[in-house]
């Protein structure tokens, strides 16, 4: 059973100006920033928090369309709500795999993607 949303991702062109335009104006504070090995163009991801909310910045290198969203869903049953999922037909876009915690309750967790039916992409980790 899915719990809350995780984050929300937006594609950025500077990410300086986003990130100094959230903290100012909304008082998000930016925890943890790194590169993504492996996928061209993509310059750095950001995260930002405002109590439990947590906003995504992808930034890119070269000019792209703004359609990087993407929302996250935790899972307290990652692999039941995985296969579940796949069962359905859900086209996957990204397998199952352990990513880089950014906190320490992290640590182990699952992360995989999703295609939803207009091309959205519906992550989700646990």
């Not at 995260?47 to 992808?58: A, H, K, N, S, W």
Request: negative net charge.
């Amino acid at each position: 059973m899915f719990t809350r949303i995780d984050h929300v991702a937006l594609s950025v062109k500077d990410r300086q100006k986003s990130i100094d335009f959230y903290e100012k104006n909304f008082g998000f504070k930016k925890y943890f920033e790194h590169d993504v090995p492996g996928v061209p163009n993509l310059e750095k991801v950001v995260y930002l928090q405002l109590g439990d909310t947590v906003l995504e910045f992808e930034h890119w290198t070269h000019e792209r369309e703004n359609r990087g969203y993407h929302f996250c869903l935790i899972s307290d049953d990652f692999d039941s709500d995985y296969q579940k999922l796949k069962n359905a037909g859900i086209p996957v876009v990204t397998e199952p795999h352990i990513p880089e915690p950014r906190t320490p309750q992290e640590t182990g967790w699952k992360r995989v993607v999703f295609q939803g039916p207009d091309g959205e992409l519906i992550e989700f980790r646990g």
